[in-house]
């Protein structure tokens, strides 16, 4: 994420800011400029405001008045408006879907929406409450179930099923790396073969590897090949998780460099090979293998902070060569997709 000011006063705003908290100015975000900007006061102020602004606290503007922003129109069914709790997650859920988009746009990804064509991307944020919703992906749908928006009923689950980090905003870059993976390597391209190489073959029986992973578990070893326990499952798995972390690691670099953090390493000389050092903003824009670099002494320092506080790890997973060579490979696919014009982008089938 990137570092914004109030356009009045210059004072630091953040970007789900929707008043500048030191001259009190109205703020919005606009998707088109990637910028915030002030609005006046009243309805005249209010005209291109998303019409999700109360409901959602959505602080985008729409493309014209009394519309949906470029974000909330993704959504395609919420919680109905009797549904207080229900609704309370919607907003929380469509907070992290903001950040989201952010980073797929900066990164030049294709955001087809579900209203422009069959197969397009959509969001069901749906509440748990009355009847059982699966979080998941399927043809460019992506479901949430917003009780993952309650940390009272998230951080059990994730205690019970031994995961190490669990959030809304992972589920929405878990699910997106799905929607992305026959986009960036669709069947038959020439990427295919090499990403079989490195995630395994993805025509494997899905169902049975389900059974498999929650009736045996991962192999004691798995963290020398993969990013997470989850990501042994199935090749799709691996590559949704891996995705994931992709998106996970550059956010939080471009959020460092924003804001001019560096690492310099401890006061002290140490025998690490790794490198100790870790500037972000020279690593930003350069290869995935120097962002990479750059990652591992800053989530040391992270770390390390994190457990000052009495809190867990900030980013609790470690990166095996194999993984990283996976996490390369991501970034490859990526960065060709925003190369590419848009009419030359494979559909998703």
Known sequence: MLAFACPVCAHLVTFESVRCLHCSSRLAYDPRARTIGAISDGEAGDGLLCVNARLASCNWLAPEAGALCASCSLTRTRPNDRDADGLGGFARAEAAKRRLLFELTDLGLPVESWRERDGGLAFDLLSSASEPVSTGHADGLITLDLAETD?????????????????????????????????????????EPAMRELFGDERADYKAALRAHYSSGPTADWQQRYVSAYATMHPWEDWAETFAHYLHIRD?????????????????????????????????????????????PLTFALN?????????????????????????????????????PVGQRPQRR
């Open 151 to 191: 940390p009272a009923r998230r951080e059990p689950l994730r205690v019970a099923l031994g995961e190490s980090y669990r959030t809304v905003l992972g589920h929405l870059r878990h699910e997106i790396g799905h929607y992305y993976q026959p986009v960036l390597v669709p069947p038959d391209s020439e990427a």
């Open 252 to 296: 939080t670099l471009q959020t460092a460099a924003a804001y001019g953090v560096v690492v310099e390493g401890p006061a002290f000389a140490t025998a690490d090979e790794a490198p100790l050092e870790s500037d972000p903003a020279a690593a930003e824009g350069d290869s995935i293998a120097r962002m990479l670099a750059a990652w591992i």
């Open 304 to 340: 390390a902070i994190s457990r000052s506080m009495g809190a867990q790890d900030t980013y609790p997973f470690v990166l095996a060569p194999a993984a990283m060579r996976k996490l390369e490979f991501v970034g490859r696919t990526i960065e060709r997709a925003s190369l590419e």
